[in-house]
């Protein structure tokens, strides 16, 4: 029986494209470190290789960790002594990357209505961000860190999607099988992975994203009212 729902942030409850997103954001970051020595395209391009070290990561560090080993490698010892004005970038200059999402008052209403059928409820986001980050992207979707018995970040997680032991992670967190979790999301990759992990999948359509192509006629996809209904069906069940 269908136990807890599992939510992604970015794209399901978020509503945003993921191009134009990223853009705003190392944009961003780019105006906040250059003035401190950082060139703007070796540092978008180190941000991708340590975002890599985290999807490669083994386990057998958190992902902050692997993260800042990776950066560490690039910039030296200029990157810890800089890591504060990193933190303050989260904490301030992130806000405005805010612009380039939108919003959609049904994803905060249908995880509140989850939890109303006494589902236990866990927003499993792409833990490759610092939780100040996730925390202001949550505010921004009108969900708030109550709304869910934890949220997965980098300085917590030990894998990254598409990863299926990051789903196994999430589960074991509460304690659960995954057979009792049910995946929200919105990518057909990053997400359908957490069917190989042994989890129910429902894609969110609103900004889906399919990469490869894949024949979404083996999931269940619709809007947040269609998951819910489903919800409702499993939960009964």
């Not at 249908?110 to 939890?115: G, Q």
């Not at 869910?148 to 074991?172: G, I, W």
């Not at 929200?184 to 399919?210: H, K, P, Q, Y």
Request: with cysteine; aromatic share 12%; glycine share 8%.
């Amino acid at each position: 029986m269908l136990k807890a729902v599992l939510f992604d942030l970015d794209g399901t409850l978020l509503p945003m494209d993921q191009e134009k997103f990223t853009g705003a954001y190392f944009k961003l970051l780019a105006a906040k470190m250059a003035p401190h020595g950082y060139d703007p395209k070796q540092l978008i391009k180190s941000i991708w290789d340590g975002t890599g070290a985290m999807v490669r990561n083994d386990g057998s560090v958190s992902n902050e960790k692997a993260f800042w080993k990776r950066f560490t490698e690039i910039y030296g010892d200029k990157a810890e002594r800089d890591r504060e004005l990193f933190d303050e970038f989260y904490r301030v200059e992130f806000q405005g990357a805010r612009s380039s999402c939108g919003y959609n008052p049904e994803a905060a209403a249908a995880v509140r209505a989850v939890k109303s059928k006494g589902l236990r409820t866990a927003l499993a986001t792409n833990p490759i961000f610092p939780s100040v980050a996730t925390e202001h992207r949550m505010e921004w979707a009108g969900v708030s860190e109550k709304d869910f018995e934890f949220y997965t970040s980098y300085e917590n997680s030990r894998f990254c999607k598409p990863n299926p032991m990051y789903y196994l992670e999430v589960a074991d967190r509460l304690g659960l099988k995954p057979d009792e979790c049910l995946m929200v999301g919105n990518d057909a990759e990053e997400d359908a992975a957490s069917v190989r992990a042994g989890m129910d999948l429902f894609l969110i359509t609103d900004c889906l994203i399919n990469r490869d192509g894949a024949d979404l006629s083996q999931y269940r996809c619709g809007h947040f009212a269609d998951m819910l209904e489903y919800v409702k069906s499993r939960a009964e069940g």
